[in-house]
């Protein structure tokens, strides 16, 4: 009942996608809500639903021509679309025959668990005919009447946040992890050992937040670098892990180059490493990290396309920990401080200096919003993500 009363903020960019594009993609990882949000925006459109993981809907498209062809004053929401990766090019075919005869929108939406296959065979048989959208797990503006530590704790998998306790939400992670691994993620790229993967994901998230470095996780896993790079790909591709680049810029100065990592559901990486709660977390030496990444990937969220984020680091110990970049070329600086007392570092005035942002914020834990200096503001994640907003 609560999952239907948080409404997907998403929601009337996926509308406007269905009304302007023949065909949209709505990637993200699995249970993070897709299907629900497609029914949802497809029940005010007399939309078709059809689930590829169905024996009796993929039977339906044994001649997906004549089948889909019957349906084309219609919407088709075709879910696990990975799954029959030979329907695009009739889906192409079917799109621009509509084309010609007037319908130049809302005839297909298309879900998959970012899959490579989705993403390789859209790309060449649908360029120009699809439009893309990531549905993320549930971010910190869409859960504004439930607690933030309860995002942070549990993550934003809707069946991991809504679970009526913390023990019974640390065993729907532990199972999505398991069935990731070994049912899940073989889908997707070449056999891997799930032990293996799993090792890896337990190194991410005990170096959540942290400079890659490929070398270390290859000598620990006793695999090769390019394995270890492969091994991440698949990771990011599949939208449960973050690579955020450094900012590069010709300033004269020494900039660190590696990217940051981290395990982008903050819920996930608690179960990795065995956190039960929010008391045991507290005392757990990743603690720091995990908020800080939890902000990070929830500005992130929030802002979509509408802004690129990095960090900046330099040998000289100036740093700045999300680097807001517009389309206009603005930059807005943002420091990540787990106190109700923060205040920024010497080394994010010595980076604003070099860097010179147009807006300058501490994201801290409290409810109030102030200023510390002329131009910069103490601010909590709520306030800040809403300024992301249009």
Request: hydrophobic residues 45%; charged residues 25%.
């Amino acid at each position: 009942m609560i999952a239907k009363i948080i409404k997907r903020s998403l929601a009337p960019e996926l509308l406007d996608a269905i009304a302007h594009n023949p065909a949209v993609a709505l990637l993200g990882p699995r249970q993070a809500g897709k299907t629900t949000l497609a029914l949802e925006v497809g029940q005010g459109l007399n939309a078709l639903y059809l689930d590829l993981e169905s024996e009796q809907d993929r039977a339906k498209l044994a001649q997906p021509e004549l089948y889909l062809a019957d349906h084309q004053d219609r919407l088709v929401i075709l879910d696990e679309v990975h799954r029959a990766p030979g329907l695009f090019p009739v889906l192409r075919g079917l799109i621009d025959r509509a084309r010609r005869f007037g319908r130049t929108s809302g005839q297909y939406l298309l879900l998959g668990s970012a899959s490579l296959d989705l993403l390789k065979q859209s790309g060449e048989s649908l360029a120009g005919r699809i439009a893309y959208l990531e549905l993320t797990p549930f971010t910190i503006l869409e859960t504004r009447n439930l607690p933030a530590d309860d995002l942070w704790i549990r993550g934003g998998f809707p069946d991991s946040l809504l679970a009526p306790d913390d023990a019974r939400s640390l065993r729907w992670r532990q199972d999505f992890i398991r069935t990731y691994l070994e049912r899940d993620i073989p889908q997707f790229g070449p056999r891997i050992a799930a032990e293996t993967l799993r090792r890896f994901w337990g190194m991410l998230a005990h170096h959540q937040g942290g400079l890659l470095n490929a070398a270390q996780f290859a000598r620990n896993l006793g695999v090769d670098a390019k394995t270890v790079a492969s091994y991440l790909d698949l990771l990011v591709d599949l939208l449960i892990v973050r690579r955020l680049p450094p900012w590069h810029a010709n300033l004269g100065k020494r900039l660190v180059k590696s990217p940051k990592v981290f395990v982008r559901d903050s819920g996930l990486v608690h179960s990795l490493l065995a956190i039960p709660d929010k008391e045991t977390l507290l005392a757990h030496p990743v603690v720091g990290l995990s908020w800080e990444c939890f902000v990070v990937e929830n500005l992130l969220n929030c802002a979509g396309e509408r802004a690129q984020g990095y960090f900046y680091r330099t040998s000289g110990g100036a740093e700045i920990d999300l680097l807001l970049v517009w389309p206009d070329g603005s930059r807005w600086a943002v420091e990540i401080k787990r106190s109700l007392s923060p205040k920024p570092e010497r080394g994010f005035h010595a980076a604003c200096e070099d860097l010179a942002p147009s807006r300058k914020y501490v994201v801290y834990p409290g409810k109030e919003r102030y200023r510390i200096a002329g131009d910069i503001e103490v601010v909590p994640l709520v306030e800040l993500a809403s300024l992301l907003i249009p």
